[in-house]
């Protein structure tokens, strides 16, 4: 069935997953005479309650912080919590302090209250969003959540690799993570295809680091598809005097050495916080608030990786993997696109309205295409007509590029109300939605997977800083990160190694080799 095991690693990683979630839950079908176009059992796994009755929730890890689970609990509907409680195995006095609890939001009251997609009540509700659980729409097993105890507000955690790996070595002997959730979600698997993980850099990835080591080690080796979301902090003309954001950069360079050797694929997200206004935003109202930017980068995301759900499609992490990375050098890729896209799209705004959301935008440096896999959904014959012509024109230098052709993207009730005209959208929201009209509000996308040569340029942002700190000896403002001016040396050089793999003159000796 290539099933995924999908992990989640942090706040921003938990909000963008939650709308991934809710996307792939649109896709059921309810009615004997539809017929379903994705493979449900790639992402979900099918089980029963404790009473017997059938479910079909997440294969899915989620790590958090507790205190951002908000109003979500590891018991639900379908779940209860059937653990012998202490209290009924101590027979001396008990003392009971309670924590006063998190009010559901509105949202989930209405979904309870209703038919989980009806009328304009829905957009209500989903105003003033707190957690991320929030707006959730499924269903979680228990062993999906996996809340990490709070860190303490004097706590300085972000770029700490040092707290992140004992953070996961405590949490693990713990709860035997790997001996019980992971083992039990692999052994599920009739033929488990691999690991997508999304997570936070900054407070996660030395914590996902760890993970995907003590996965490697307790289970075969298995590919993993990974988007790593950037941390605040820009490489570029740093002042290497300012600790914390070097800590920062450091420790996000440090992370993608390390998925260099433990991902099959990367793709790197760029924090939020450094994207350009540009053309890209033109059809979109957004604030810089999680719940609205995680859905922008989930629609990304959910696409690109469409093609690994898809029923047509025999393809799965490997073999998309192995499709960008055809010259050998190529393991990280740069995720890209347009949402939406506006009726009467011409040729031109592929390139002038196509945002980049893995690399900076003001380079001038000449991008060279080595790979590339396109996905288009609910283009009109106009649109995929410009999308055709755009497309014949970009120059790849080398044998692969593809492109896939799919429905609208759907845009459940939980979705934001971010679009500045809800005329681009096909059935917008204005149409009533119920069961008996389950026909959603879809918005047309382009995204795109690219191994090119602007990757290079990323490294070399990462190297530059990291050799700046062996010249000034700013060893001490990074500790975890690297125990002797030898560490980071080798890291500098492990950078200008993935750097290099991204020149032209490598591509050609590669051919060279291949041919």
């Not at 404790?50 to 929730?57: A, E, L």
């Not at 309870?112 to 304009?120: A, K, V």
């Not at 009730?413 to 500045?420: A, N």
């Not at 290099?500 to 490598?506: A, L, N, Q, T, V």
């Given at each position: 069935?290539?099933?995924?095991?999908?992990?989640?690693?942090?706040?921003?990683?938990?909000?963008?997953g939650?709308?991934?979630?809710n996307?792939q839950?649109s896709?059921?079908?309810y009615?004997?005479h539809?017929e379903?176009?994705f493979n449900h059992?790639?992402?979900f796994?099918?089980?029963?309650t404790?009473?017997?009755?059938?479910?079909?929730?997440p294969?899915l890890?989620s790590?958090?912080?507790?205190?951002?689970?908000?109003?979500l609990s590891?018991?639900?509907?379908?779940?209860?919590?059937?653990?012998?409680?202490?209290?009924?195995l101590?027979?001396g006095?008990?003392a009971e302090?309670?924590?006063?609890?998190i009010?559901p939001?509105a949202?989930?009251t209405?979904l309870?209250?209703?038919?989980?997609?009806?009328?304009?009540s829905?957009?209500?509700?989903?105003h003033g969003?707190?957690y991320?659980?929030?707006?959730?729409?499924v269903?979680y097993?228990?062993?999906t959540i996996?809340m990490?105890p709070?860190?303490?507000?004097?706590q300085?955690?972000e770029g700490?690799?040092?707290?992140g790996q004992?953070?996961?070595?405590r949490y693990?002997?713990?709860?035997e993570?790997m001996?019980?959730?992971?083992r039990l979600?692999?052994?599920?698997c009739d033929?488990?295809?691999?690991?997508?993980?999304?997570?936070?850099?900054?407070?996660?990835?030395?914590?996902?680091?760890?993970?995907?080591m003590?996965f490697?080690?307790?289970?075969?080796?298995a590919?993993c598809?990974?988007?790593?979301l950037?941390g605040?902090a820009?490489?570029?003309?740093v002042?290497?005097?300012?600790a914390v954001?070097?800590?920062k950069?450091?420790n996000?360079?440090v992370?993608?050495r390390?998925?260099?050797?433990?991902?099959?694929?990367?793709?790197p997200i760029?924090?939020p916080?450094?994207?350009?206004?540009?053309y890209?935003?033109?059809?979109?109202?957004?604030?810089?608030?999680?719940?609205h930017?995680?859905?922008?980068?989930?629609a990304h995301?959910?696409s690109a990786?469409?093609?690994l759900?898809?029923k047509?499609?025999?393809?799965?992490i490997?073999?998309?993997?192995?499709?960008?990375?055809f010259h050998g050098t190529?393991?990280?890729?740069?995720?890209?696109?347009?949402f939406p896209?506006?009726?009467?799209?011409?040729p031109q705004d592929?390139?002038?309205q196509?945002?980049?959301?893995?690399?900076?935008?003001?380079s001038?440096?000449?991008?060279?295409?080595?790979?590339?896999?396109?996905?288009?959904?609910?283009?009109?014959?106009s649109?995929?007509?410009a999308?055709n012509s755009w497309?014949s024109?970009?120059?790849?230098?080398?044998?692969?590029?593809?492109?896939?052709?799919?429905?609208?993207?759907?845009?459940p009730?939980?979705?934001?109300?971010?679009?500045?005209d809800?005329?681009?959208l096909?059935?917008h929201r204005?149409t009533?939605h119920?069961?008996?009209?389950?026909?959603?509000?879809?918005?047309s996308?382009?995204?795109?997977l690219?191994a090119?040569s602007?990757?290079a340029?990323?490294?070399?942002?990462?190297?530059?800083?990291?050799q700046?700190c062996?010249?000034?000896?700013?060893?001490?403002?990074?500790?975890?990160?690297?125990?002797?001016?030898?560490?980071?040396?080798?890291?500098v050089?492990?950078?200008?190694?993935i750097h290099?793999?991204?020149?032209?003159?490598?591509v050609?000796?590669?051919d060279?080799?291949n041919?």
């Open positions: 069935m290539r099933e995924i095991l999908y992990v989640q690693a942090g706040n921003l990683a938990n909000y963008i939650t709308h991934f979630w996307t839950e896709y059921f079908t009615s004997d539809e379903t176009l059992d790639v992402s796994r099918e089980g029963e404790p009473q017997g009755d059938p479910t079909y929730c294969r890890i790590f958090d912080r507790k205190a951002n689970f908000g109003a590891k018991t639900n509907t379908f779940y209860e919590n059937d653990d012998i409680e202490d209290s009924q101590w027979q006095e008990v302090y309670e924590h006063v609890p009010e939001h949202y989930q209405h309870l209250q209703s038919d989980r997609e009806s009328t304009f829905a957009l209500d509700s989903v969003i707190r991320w659980s929030d707006f959730n729409r269903f097993i228990p062993r996996q990490l709070d860190v303490p507000d004097w300085q955690s700490d690799w040092a707290f004992e953070s996961f070595q693990n002997e713990e709860t993570l001996e019980s959730s992971v979600f692999i052994e599920e033929s488990f295809q691999g690991l997508q993980l999304m997570s936070d850099t900054s407070t996660f990835g030395s914590f996902s680091t760890s993970f995907l003590a490697n080690d307790e289970f075969s080796r590919p598809l990974s988007f790593p950037m605040d820009v490489p570029r003309n002042n290497v005097e300012n954001l070097t800590r950069i450091v996000d360079a992370y993608l390390e998925l260099d050797s433990l991902s099959l694929l990367t793709v760029l924090n916080k450094t994207w350009s206004q540009d890209w935003d033109v059809n979109l109202k957004i604030s810089d608030d999680h719940y930017i995680s859905s922008i980068l989930s995301i959910e990786t469409l093609p759900r898809l047509v499609n025999n393809e799965d490997s073999s998309i993997s192995e499709n960008l990375n190529h393991r990280f890729s740069q995720l890209a696109g347009i896209v506006a009726p009467g799209a011409t592929f390139l002038r196509s945002f980049n959301f893995s690399i900076l935008r003001n001038s440096m000449a991008t060279v295409n080595f790979a590339r896999r396109d996905v288009t959904r609910g283009f009109s014959a649109n995929l007509q999308y497309y024109q970009e120059v790849i230098k080398g044998p692969f590029v593809s492109s896939t052709h799919a429905q609208a993207y759907p845009l009730s939980s979705f934001p109300d971010i679009f500045r809800e005329g681009i096909t059935n204005q009533l119920t069961e008996r009209n389950p026909v959603l509000p879809s918005a996308l382009f995204t795109t690219s090119n602007r990757t340029e990323m490294f070399a942002d990462y190297a530059k800083v990291a700046t062996v010249d000034r000896r700013k060893i001490g403002i990074l500790p975890g990160l690297v125990d002797s001016l030898d560490d980071i040396k080798e890291l050089n492990d950078l200008w190694t290099d793999g991204y020149s032209e003159r490598s050609d000796e590669s060279s080799d041919s």
